[in-house]
């Protein structure tokens, strides 16, 4: 079971052994798996066994017994973890200039630990919910590519934004009238957010004017995109007072023009 076998008639058709059948006239039989919708029955001489090689450098070392130093083992180990994100480690602990407070720290555990990449945060005010934010975002910035990251805060708090953000190394740019509808235009021409506002902050007083939402006569908006603008990560401040019913309302419209979206 699990062998793989070529056909000796036609040496390319492969496959692996999945079930082995009764014998005919003292002949063993296998069944084999070729793909989805071709699976063939074969008497033992009609298949050549494929050797096994080993999966990697590793198994082949130890077939061999070619044993590692204690160094290696350790590179070795070190490089695993790096290509492969542990859910029990905290890759951004000491990437931002900010005094440790363990408790900020347990919104990036909870998302990590999610099954969707999706989460509210809903601490009293002054606790650090920007803080939490930005480490959320340099701990998601080790494991994958955040190459587009967009902040949708009210307008007076922007410029904090902005700063907060610069503890983390992180420079964004604050979108006026003037560069959202750039950026707009830019998708609608290059299919893609310009790379010049990878890293945006817009404010809900302007996000959410129709011209920018829906379009209009000579420009088109979010909503009417066609490829719509994709962000790895998009941050959404003071979500839970009266901007609610915006983000809402837009959610909605999102999903009703992109109804794959998820």
Not at 29 to 50: M, P
Not at 82 to 101: G, K, M, S, V
Not at 166 to 180: H, P, V
Request: with cysteine; glycine share 4%.
């Amino acid at each position: 079971m699990g062998q793989i076998v070529a056909v000796r008639a036609d040496p390319a058709r492969k496959g692996p052994i999945i079930s082995e059948l009764e014998p005919v006239d003292g002949r063993r039989r296998f069944r084999v798996f070729h793909s989805s919708d071709v699976v063939r029955d074969y008497v033992e001489d009609q298949l050549n066994e494929i050797p096994l090689e080993p999966a990697s450098s590793w198994a082949s070392a130890l077939i061999e017994q070619e044993w590692l130093t204690p160094a290696v083992l350790r590179a070795a180990l070190v490089a695993t973890r790096l290509n492969n994100p542990q859910l029990d480690h905290i890759y951004a602990l000491q990437a931002a200039r900010i005094r440790y407070i363990p408790f900020q720290f347990k919104p990036v555990i909870r998302m990590l630990r999610a099954d969707r990449p999706r989460l509210l945060i809903a601490d009293d005010v002054g606790v650090g919910k920007t803080i939490e934010a930005g480490l959320i975002l340099k701990e998601l910035s080790t494991r994958q590519s955040l190459d587009r990251v967009l902040v949708l805060c009210p307008k007076a708090l922007t410029f904090k934004w902005r700063q907060e953000m610069r503890r983390f190394d992180e420079d964004f740019r604050l979108l006026t009238a003037q560069g959202l509808r750039y950026c707009l235009d830019e998708v609608r021409l290059e299919g893609q957010w310009p790379l010049e506002y990878a890293r945006s902050i817009v404010h809900y007083e302007l996000f959410r004017l129709e011209p920018y939402l829906t379009g209009d006569a000579t420009h088109p908006g979010l909503l009417e995109l066609d490829p719509p603008p994709w962000f790895d990560l998009v941050i959404a401040d003071e979500a839970h007072r009266s901007q609610y019913d915006f983000i809402d309302g837009f959610a909605r419209k999102v999903r009703e023009a992109l109804p794959n979206a998820s």
